[in-house]
């Protein structure tokens, strides 16, 4: 699943290079990818099919239309819900931590708290670049039981096991982070939001805001449906 869905994001950056060549109508829904096109960039977003431990995992690419380097950066991409709530985004600090929780292992306490198990490990597209298109974040259960007492784990073991890090390698290669752009230029990377709530009689809709060379890209889609 992970491999299919790698080699759609690829042809969804070719995609987006066309459009922004030719001027085409962008997909229809966000899991096949959406393009707003504008005097100064091009900005394209793709999310997975389906929501990850309630969590959206948007893939965001930009594309510089001027003659002078533009920045861009996970402070450039807003989520709303249709009422107006924001929806935060996890920052790669945080990601790592549920990381390498995720692994058995951590420096910090957790205090009346969840354990959490391991995800899958998290793949590669068509080029080799990671993808954190399979992230699922923390799990309320292990092995079937609720893990609520308190314990310390020691986080040293788990630091210098060669699977963390690589995972933590990859997900650091993949997240979008503080980028320039060079003119006619494509780059972005992956945004993962906290888990996304909803008040009960509310759509399950979304406007998402990406702020790019000094224009505003506004995109309205369903959110994708649960695992």
């Known amino acids: 699943m992970t491999r299919t869905f790698s080699i759609g994001f690829t042809a969804f950056l070719l995609a987006c290079q066309a459009i922004a060549t030719t001027g085409l109508a ?28 309630g969590r959206l995992v948007l893939k965001v690419v930009a594309m510089n239309r001027t003659q002078m380097p533009a920045s861009f950066g996970p402070q450039d991409v807003k ?17 790592v931590q549920e990381v390498r929780a995720a692994a058995g292992g951590g420096t910090d306490t957790m205090t009346h708290g969840p ?18 298109s399979g ?3 923390g799990n309320d259960r292990m092995n079937g039981m609720d893990v609520t007492q308190t314990r310390t784990v020691a986080g040293k073991a788990v630091k210098d096991d060669p699977s963390v890090q690589e995972q933590i390698a ?6 979008l982070h503080d980028l320039t752009i060079a003119p006619a230029a494509v780059a972005g990377g992956q945004v993962v939001t906290e888990k996304l709530k909803f008040a009960r009689k509310e759509a399950h809709d979304l406007r998402l805001v990406v702020g790019f060379n000094g224009e505003q890209h506004e995109f309205e889609f369903a959110a994708p449906p649960s695992r």
């Open 26 to 53: 962008a997909a229809a829904t966000v899991a096949e990818g959406l393009t707003s096109t504008k005097d100064h960039g091009v900005v394209s977003v793709m999310s997975d099919p389906t929501l990850s431990d």
């Open 79 to 95: 989520l709303f819900t249709a009422a107006g709530t924001p929806v935060k985004l996890m920052s790669l600090d945080q990601l």
């Open 115 to 132: 354990a959490v198990h391991a995800g899958p490990m998290m793949g590669h597209d068509s080029y080799g670049r990671p993808d954190v």
């Open 135 to 137: 992230y699922t974040g």
């Open 170 to 175: 990859n997900l650091s290669a993949a997240i």
